[in-house]
Nanobody, 125 residues
Framework: QVQLVESGGGLVQAGGSLRLSCAPSARTYTNRAMAWFRQAPGVEREFVAAISGSDSSTNAADSVKGRFTISRDNAKSTVYLQMDSLKPEDTAVYYC??????????????????WGQGTQVTVSS
């Protein structure tokens, strides 16, 4: 059982930046692809970005392209989501997830089998 722990959420003004981190609770190596999803109140969980475990290729939702950057540090088994130019509509709980494979970086949540508990990001206008 893999337990993922997110950190880095908080309150920021529109136009500001935050960096989220995700790491397993026990230091374990994984070459699985990793992703970030988010869920705002009353809205279905949506895909934000993902990164491959084999070649670090990435995929991102159109709504965050050019503003959010996903990266990983395999030595630390940590995945990051750098969020710049934040907007009020980015307000949500952000979840880290581990893919079922090293290469799946798509947006279908059914292909991610381990999830963190979430971290709140609030962007004020």
């Amino acid at each position: 059982q893999v337990q993922l722990v997110e950190s880095g959420g908080g309150l920021v003004q529109a136009g500001g930046s935050l960096r989220l981190s995700c790491a397993p609770s026990a230091r374990t190596y994984t070459n699985r692809a990793m992703a970030w999803f988010r869920q705002a109140p009353g809205v279905e969980r949506e895909f934000v970005a993902a990164i491959s475990g084999s070649d670090s290729s990435t995929n991102a939702a159109d709504s965050v392209k050019g503003r959010f950057t996903i990266s990983r540090d395999n030595a630390k088994s940590t995945v990051y989501l750098q969020m710049d130019s934040l907007k009020p509509e980015d307000t949500a709980v952000y979840y880290c997830a581990q893919s079922i494979s090293s290469d799946y970086i798509g947006s279908n949540s059914i292909n991610y089998n381990y999830w963190g508990q979430g971290t709140q990001v609030t962007v004020s206008s």
